[in-house]
């Protein structure tokens, strides 16, 4: 019996990725008050979305990342609004509080579900989980395509990538379900080739 409730209680602390909800701590709060004073400083044609592995790549406390940041996207006109430790229902509240709003770039990319996954699921919880990030992406996607009907989505691979491959594990499709068809998946270096062809292409 203890067993039971214990899985039923993880299944719920994890199954409302697609219910928007935001950080309630102070430096988020400050953050996402400084990332809707960023999208009106400037054009903004590549518009990057996700959690800490977004963030760390155009952040000046990161002067590594920062340096491949302007390596590979000065004149881009590209803008990072990703967050630390941001779960998708936490970057799907961003997205419909204000984040995306009249942005309208051309391509947009992103990084979600890293912290949804985590990396300590517990035994009988996988099937509940990767149904829960699923939704979740989902959601993330149909609200970009909402607010920025114009732009092109570039996924890159991390959480995506695990619910191929556990679906490919239990000899499962390995097509992504509605809306994620027009989803382009890209990782490493495909991805900067892909934004630079994408941009070509797009004027």
């Not at 114009?150 to 499709?173: F, H, M, N, S």
């Amino acid at each position: 019996m203890r067993t039971v409730v214990f899985l039923a209680a993880c299944v719920a602390c994890f199954a409302q990725a697609d219910r928007p909800a935001p950080r309630t701590d102070q430096n988020s709060q400050i953050a996402h008050e400084q990332l809707l004073a960023k999208k009106t400083q400037g054009r903004i044609d590549v518009y990057f979305e996700g959690d800490s592995i977004t963030r760390r790549w155009g952040a000046t406390d990161y002067p590594a990342l920062l340096e491949n940041w302007r390596a590979n996207f000065t004149g881009w006109n590209a803008a990072d609004f990703g967050w630390g430790a941001d779960r998708i229902e936490n970057i799907l509240w961003r997205l419909e509080n204000g984040e995306l709003d009249g942005v309208n770039p051309k391509v947009i990319v992103l990084l979600a579900g890293t912290n949804n996954i985590g990396n300590n699921i517990q035994a009988g919880t996988e099937d509940a989980l990767v149904e829960d990030v699923t939704r979740g992406l989902a959601a993330v996607l149909r609200t970009m395509r909402a607010k920025a009907p114009g732009a092109v989505i570039l996924a890159t691979a991390t959480a995506i990538a695990a619910i191929l491959a556990y679906r490919l594990a239990r000899g499962e499709t390995l097509a992504l379900p509605a809306p994620f068809d027009r989803m382009l998946v890209f990782a490493g270096a495909a991805l900067t080739a892909a934004l630079a062809l994408l941009l070509t292409t797009r004027g």
